[in-house]
């Protein structure tokens, strides 16, 4: 199985504040790379698909950007909203896998 | 839009077979560039990718469950299900399911999860 791994695991921040979110495959998935949000009691939403698509209705200070290995999620200006935990997955082959999660918490 | 709503027991005794159902409405599943997903999130941890099915029947599992797990499709009903057989405690989860769009394979909507606890 490919290993998908996020860095960091937990995130302090303020509103207004940029910030970014890593994820590492352990074998290249290409741009196989997605991006969820989920907020608790609630199922994960898709913010980005292959690795640097905006999906339809998400806003536009998130961003996606990696190929290969090396992905990142960033989020240009944190909104009160934003607080949430962030997944990456691996659609490049089954078992699709996520990575462990990136918990944002306001500061 | 499309919704995805689960539906089935939410309590499950160990050995047995838990079953679980996914009802699309706003669209049809045999629709052309869709197939469709059961992921499950453990209690306060990550996700974990069960199994996909294609709306002509073909079935990608995940090794680890692939032993215990079957998905099937019912187009006429517009319903695709899950069955895990010989369920221990480590397979109390929320479970969900989706719709993946083959472009990008990627899970555009989701259901809203039921939690299924095995215990006796």
């Known amino acids: 199985d490919i290993q998908m791994t996020q860095s960091p695991s937990s995130l302090s921040a303020s509103v207004g504040d940029r910030v970014t979110i890593t994820c590492r495959a352990s074998?290249?998935?290409?741009?196989?790379l997605n991006w969820y949000q989920q907020k608790p009691g609630k199922a994960p939403k898709l913010l980005i698909y292959?690795?640097?698509s905006l999906q339809s209705g998400v806003p536009s200070r998130f961003s996606g950007s990696g190929s290969g290995t090396d992905f990142t999620l960033t989020i240009s200006s944190l909104h009160p909203e934003d607080f949430a935990t962030y997944y990456c997955?691996?659609?490049?082959?089954?078992?699709?896998?996520f990575g462990q999660g990136t918990k944002l918490e306001i500061k | 839009q499309v919704q995805l709503q689960e539906s089935g027991p939410g309590l499950v005794k160990p050995s047995q077979t838990l079953s679980l159902t996914c009802t699309v409405s706003?669209?049809?599943?045999?629709?052309?560039?869709?197939?469709w997903t059961w992921i499950r999130q453990h209690p306060g941890t990550g996700l974990e990718w069960i199994g996909s099915?294609?709306?002509?029947?073909?079935?990608y599992y995940n090794p680890s469950l692939k032993n215990r797990i079957s998905i099937s499709i019912d187009t006429s009903k517009n319903q695709f299900s899950l069955k895990l057989s010989s369920v221990i405690a480590a397979d109390t989860a929320v479970y969900y399911c989706?719709?993946?769009?083959?472009?990008?394979?990627?899970?555009?909507?989701w259901g809203q999860g039921t939690l299924v606890t095995v215990s006796s």
């Open positions: 989706t719709r993946t769009a083959h472009q990008n394979d990627v899970d555009d909507f």
């Open positions: 706003g669209g049809s599943i045999s629709s052309g560039g869709y197939y």
């Open positions: 997955q691996q659609s490049y082959t089954t078992p699709r896998t």
């Open positions: 292959a690795a640097s």
């Open positions: 074998q290249s998935i290409r741009s196989y």
């Open positions: 099915i294609y709306d002509s029947g073909t079935t």
